[in-house]
């Protein structure tokens, strides 16, 4: 049996608790260290998943030499930054989505990890989400015919962390944080055909006071193959995480619901611990997740990266689906202002995608 | 108590058969004759529903004194005229969706009935499905705060009749025959405010053989307060019709499935009569509906208008809103050609909507 | 067209009320008089709904020569002093579930009807519900085979009335109120088959304070063609009303969900007017109902019954109907304190079925 | 790290494929072997899972001093024979539901493990299944109160071998075969209470002409503290697995639908490789299961015991509460027979459950 591959984690809010807790499920992995620069979040974490190792910079962890690679879950600008010192200090990366916050940094990224012979991978776990996997394969079958129409969409009430709401930090809003979902699982749906154009409507409809970011978002994804992809995404949608897709197809068509289908309905007077992420309150009527990160595939999604790293593999999403996700991204807020469908390829200097649609105010 | 209602059906297909049905429900009504050109039709649908009368040429009917109102149920491409000669007839008038082929048609249409003090009710029949009345009541009691998008779909993999597949009798494809519906649902949901922009992205997918209509649709009504209506068409789907709507808030959510929702669940290894419209086989699973005109609303809307005749009140759906309907639906078309977002008004002299995509091939 | 037919409602409470609005759905029937023994129920009653005639006393009612039907909804423990009163005037009479007391009681009922030359319809609304309609449908075409097991289930967390408390008033528990639905629902289904035998197992789990009647039911009802009718009765059951029923066959399987299946799935942050009978509050995720009473087949079951009346009809669920169930019921009081299954036909004095269960104690 | 654990399979059918596929998951554990009379059996499966050894004589596998723990998915018939030589060789056991055919049967084995100081776990895969693991935690939690009513049913068209039709070999019908999982799961849901009584109403409806076994059931089983729990089995329900659970509780109510629930629902006009476990046709409309086995919770069962033998705990599931179960289900014939709800503890001589109920005939 080969050795353990040891992991250090950078970051410890939501999506970093996700990754650590995935990692200790596969057997070759060890998470060995944490690192977070607010004084005392490093050591909290790494109490709390009884992590080795912990640092306030995450250049300390980059030195350690046992840490064969990381996981980058910071806030999205500082994941360039953070990915080509990782490269450079010669660890393996997976980088939370999205990618980063211009195309510059995408191909700086890209660059600098080909060429210190390090893997990367972009962390986009719905293409391990048991649910979909097996929708994949109803499409590749044949079940359904040639695909029609795609539909995916994300929708809760907002974001975990404050710099989410910034958009010099995060680059934009649903549709980068979680329109970037949907674009991904389009192309890996359909084996990644070239994306022809990008049309959206995105609109800031209830969180004005908190962001000038988009908080609700439809976007259409035309395919070379004349496949419409159709994203859905709201910050604004109470009662819990919805995460659902479809397939249409010339035979067939096929509806996946991630969370609220898979649930147990319960009807509680008194409340309980936990129904789903950004549930709200538990008393009354609730659909009663179980196992949310297996269900979501971020178990599946550290093992095979593990897997990737022990054996040499390339990883099933690559740093440039990243930065493809990220060009629809900027050709989306471009659509947004011009209300025109455009053309990719789409090339831009913008520093971030919020930046075109902000041109029209 | 009044004297009961007489009403001339024109038209023998698909729908002039639900009209019927629909009628026969209403205690005020008495479906009186019925016209249609075809040698035999009218005759065999007297036959079928006990009509007293029947006739190929519509225009004995119109001349039946007997008669208070007809209800158009012919192909798109003679509402106008049957309209025109209705009106002149002194007949109040339903008006099958959609109202007609070009905004000057409905312009005609809405002044002679005007001009005749005949009452003209565009048949929307979503505006009385018993389900979607109920969604409209949560919005406007608030329970669902202020409205962001509204979704509305209907999908079936094709029409009931040739004429259908007939761009020049048809006037284009899904969008004419089933966007109508979601674009007038949205706007009597939100209470008819004005639309700003329409966007559309329009394929045939399917059906090239059969038609140069097209076969799917996504169109996005952008509306002066903000919300966005998002309409979902398919003539493509397979598995029976399904009919759907959602509305989603700033304080809540309602999702509505009008015939898989309200189904029985029923497997049946040998098969059995009918599940649904369109539904394909009956063997294996299927999602069995019951009272399919009500759940739709046809026998409430036919009520309805005999009430508007009897009480001299105005319809709840009028020709002024299937001429708004019909201008969206021109707009869609445009946008589809050109990949922009077109603003409202929009003014066109083209003689069908579906014109005004094809200056694109 | 014949003479509408006048209503006299006896009873001032929930069930009065669905009966009332029913008939006014009904264009061949008038509700001309309510009468309710509490001073000013009768008059608020007919204020509410516009009936011209009001009495405290049900006998002024009777006395009335323009009635010719009466609707019993009174307390179960009148049933029969009112039917006998009502026949003796010369009445058609639909009585509320259940029957009456006891067998003695239904035999008397019955018996005075036939000598009077009055119909009497026993009030089983599901067999009017337009859901469990088709399902017949469904089970009578042989889409599934030969039946092996029926479910039928209503479920809420207690009565409207405080009279439903008192076992001396209403004869039993939750089976007497809402076992007798799948009783006759399962005689109906099948055809009216002679029931073979008999299990109960009943339990008082969570009002025992409130009632010393059964407020959880397990009912198995053997039918002499092996059938098993399995009926599932709760006074406990928080969240809102549920109706269920699925039909078992050889060849297939049905699922009938009539309250929770058909509803608008909503979450509403703020709450909102009514979502389903017994719903508790409408914050949060709720399950919306729609033409609650046409759902289960009130209107349906009413305007049966006026036309049973104006075209001497037999009604659909007679008072031999009624008097089946009660028998059953009564075997399952019997077996709920033997541990037994017992055999039909069961004679029994018992003056209620809720003595048989107490000699238990 | 600790030594792997080698894990020898005693069976090839049905249920071996899902422990060996289930135990390849597990890091800590090494299909070591399989043994399988039937010529070729062994061969096969071997070389499918890539297994290094394999057996026609079971015996010959529990020589091999490798060999940690045994499977045993053989018939029923044999399960007690194989654990006393298991645990006569020394290995820790796992054997597949039911325990045995006798209470005899189930006493020497507890015994012989005990003795030998191997530890035996009763495979009741339930106790692991996600959904239904969640299931428990909403009851324990106090989150639906004191429960009422228990419900769990398990439901397809019949066994995948020939055996299970032979009473002589399986010792029962559906209540033997499929009955025994929900009678686990009450105990375990409930914290293993005392069994106070149980009903049970058997038929063989459909499969009169294969078996002389109950091919339906429903169970009642009243638990000490006043809890009734309902079993729903069938071999006769098409359409693929059902698999259900319900918990009713003072304060609240979780429905948990293990397959359809979580299913993608498909509608293919082709048909595709396979939908859920039985499903015949995958034509037409289907529930498309995915990680099925997961979902039943096979691999975190193996897991389980693998970690108990490695480290020394005990099972969730042991032996004793394997003959309880088997206690329930003799109690279960011997009501179906007598027509009798039937007193716990229920101490027997008979050979096997299904002796009892012919006594009837």
Chains 1, 2, 3, 4 share one sequence.
Request: with cysteine; glycine share 8%; charged share 25%.
């Amino acid at each position: 049996m080969s050795k353990k591959i040891r992991v250090g984690i950078i970051g410890s809010q939501f999506i970093s608790h996700i990754h650590t807790l995935s990692l200790k499920r596969c057997a070759q992995a060890e998470v060995f260290a944490v690192a977070s620069p607010t004084p005392g979040h490093a050591r909290t974490f790494a109490a709390k998943h009884e992590i080795q190792h912990h640092f306030t910079d995450y250049k300390e962890l980059l030195a350690a030499p046992e840490v064969d690679m990381v996981i980058v879950g910071a806030p999205n600008d500082v994941h360039c930054s953070i990915t080509l010192d990782a490269a450079a200090a010669g660890k393996h990366i997976v980088v939370e989505k999205p990618l980063c916050l211009n195309l510059a940094d995408a191909n700086r990224m890209i660059e600098a990890c080909r060429k210190a012979k390090v893997k990367l991978m972009y962390a986009e776990e719905l293409c391990f989400a048991p649910k979909y996997v097996r929708l994949k394969q109803l499409l590749d079958s044949g079940a359904l015919g040639s695909p029609t129409l795609l539909k995916q969409s994300e929708k809760h009430n907002g974001p975990h962390a404050p710099h989410f709401w910034d958009v010099n930090r995060s680059g934009g809003g649903v549709t980068m944080d979680m329109g970037c979902h949907a674009i991904e699982f389009f192309r890996w749906l359909l084996g990644r055909p070239t994306v022809k154009s990008v049309y959206a409507q995105l609109g800031t409809h209830v969180h004005n006071a908190k962001t000038e970011g988009d908080d609700n978002a439809l976007i259409l994804v035309e395919f070379a193959n004349g496949v419409i992809g159709l994203a859905e995404e709201s910050w604004t949608k109470l009662g819990g995480m919805d995460d659902r897709a479809e397939v249409h197809g010339s035979k067939g068509v096929a509806y996946a619901d991630l969370l609220h289908g898979n649930a147990i309905e319960t009807y509680s007077a008194e409340g309980y611990d936990y129904a789903v992420e950004k549930a709200g309150s538990t008393k009354g009527w609730t659909f009663t997740i179980f196992e949310e990160e297996w269900n979501y595939g971020f178990p599946q999604e550290m093992a095979h990266f593990v897997d990737c790293v022990q054996n040499d593999k390339p990883p099933l999403v690559s740093g440039e689906d990243g930065r493809a996700v990220l060009e629809v991204i900027f050709a989306a807020y471009e659509s947004a202002r011009t209300g025109r469908k455009v053309q990719l390829p789409f090339l831009t200097n913008a520093k971030k995608p919020h930046d075109l649609w902000k041109l029209k105010q």
